[in-house]
């Protein structure tokens, strides 16, 4: 499959071989054995997935950074995986999905606002 983030097009490939999971990047080949763990290139790397408490009904920020469009509003039911809001950080626009569904409760994000990771941008109800 390809996705592109930015104007940047990235040839992604994942595939289960002997109980583990290869995910080849533009040809960069990363095996995820047992869970939070990657092995690639002769050596192991230890990453720690976030946990997501997704009963709070909230969207936080992925990065820190500025936001540069918000498209919804107080009142607006969103669908999971609808693009809420845009997030500018290092030269990039990043497009904010929403991991849940429901209605907008509140907006606390604005246009030109700087916000840190995990801050809170919209609740839901």
Known sequence: MKIKIGEKIYDIEISEEGGKVK???NEK???FGTPHQIIGGG???RVSLPKRDFSKKEIL???DGII???SVKEGDFIKKNQKVLTLSSMKME???????????KEVLAKKDQKVKKDEVLIRLI
Do not use: R
């Open 43 to 45: 050596s192991i790397a």
């Open 23 to 25: 995910i080849k990047v």
């Open 94 to 104: 990043n497009e904010i999905v929403s991991e849940l569904e429901g209605k907008v």
């Open 61 to 63: 920020a992925p990065i």
């Open 68 to 70: 540069s469009e918000v």
């Open 29 to 31: 080949e990363f095996i």
